[in-house]
């Protein structure tokens, strides 16, 4: 049973335009998500989270928008930069639930490909 | 900056071969994990260990075993490696009470 869901495997973006990066959950226990970015070859990264006292968080280009009546997080990239090209990994925790010693849930990851 | 160090970036293996990737962290982290990465998979957590001697089976750990003697290190062992174990390892770290998992550079293992 997959509770951490990101359904485009794939997406293509022109350059300068925006990024949008999608993530359901089926666990209401999660309450702390974080998305982490990876390139080929090398190990992931964090990126940017948000707890689920908040619907929203802005670091940057990245903003990260949390609706839990919806269980869906969405991550925003303005403007797509080519070095943005790299799989993004959604992941939730139920760490204020108990839940943080056994680490994070993560999505199977959507390929972002930012077209020049 | 916490620094996760997975000392063997590439390795090619034979059927039947014991197989161990060691893990490093510097940051005194009582968390510690590992993950596999294959395409279309995700990240799948094999094993964890919250404390020295320590360590609780995650959603894939057949074929698998590890070892957690010192808190800065956790090896992750393939007992009788086989094909379906080649995949990307990779190792990360967790202060107590936080919530952002830190990852190594990762372990390309190939299965031959």
């Known amino acids: 049973d997959q509770q951490v869901k990101q359904n485009s495997p794939s997406l293509s973006v022109q350059e300068g335009r925006i990024s949008i990066l999608n993530c359901d959950y089926t666990n209401s226990m999660f309450d702390y998500f974080l998305w982490y970015k990876k390139y080929p070859a090398e190990g992931p990264t964090f990126l940017i989270s948000i707890s689920s006292i908040k619907d929203k968080n802005e670091d940057g280009r990245f903003t990260v928008f949390l609706n839990k009546s919806a269980k869906h997080l969405s991550l925003h990239i303005v403007p797509s930069q080519p070095g943005d090209s790299a799989v993004y990994f959604c992941?939730?925790?139920?760490?204020?639930?108990?839940?943080?010693?056994?680490?994070?849930?993560f999505g199977k990851g959507t390929h972002l490909i930012i077209q020049p | 900056d916490v620094k996760v160090t997975q000392s063997s970036r590439y390795l090619v293996k034979r059927t039947g071969e014991k197989v161990f990737l060691e893990c490093v962290q510097d940051?005194?982290?009582?968390?510690m994990f590992w993950y596999r990465q294959d395409p279309g998979l995700g990240l799948r957590l094999i094993y964890f260990?919250?404390?020295?001697?320590?360590?609780e089976k995650g959603d894939i750990p057949e074929g698998y075993s590890v070892s957690r003697e010192k808190k800065e290190r956790f090896s992750l062992i393939l007992e009788s490696a086989s094909t379906n174990q080649t995949s990307m390892y990779l190792c990360a770290s967790l202060l107590g009470g936080a919530n952002v998992l830190t990852f190594g550079a990762g372990s390309r293992l190939t299965v031959l």
């Open positions: 260990s919250y404390d020295v001697k320590m360590k």
């Open positions: 940051m005194d982290h009582e968390n």
């Open positions: 992941a939730a925790s139920a760490l204020y639930s108990g839940g943080g010693a056994d680490g994070l849930t």
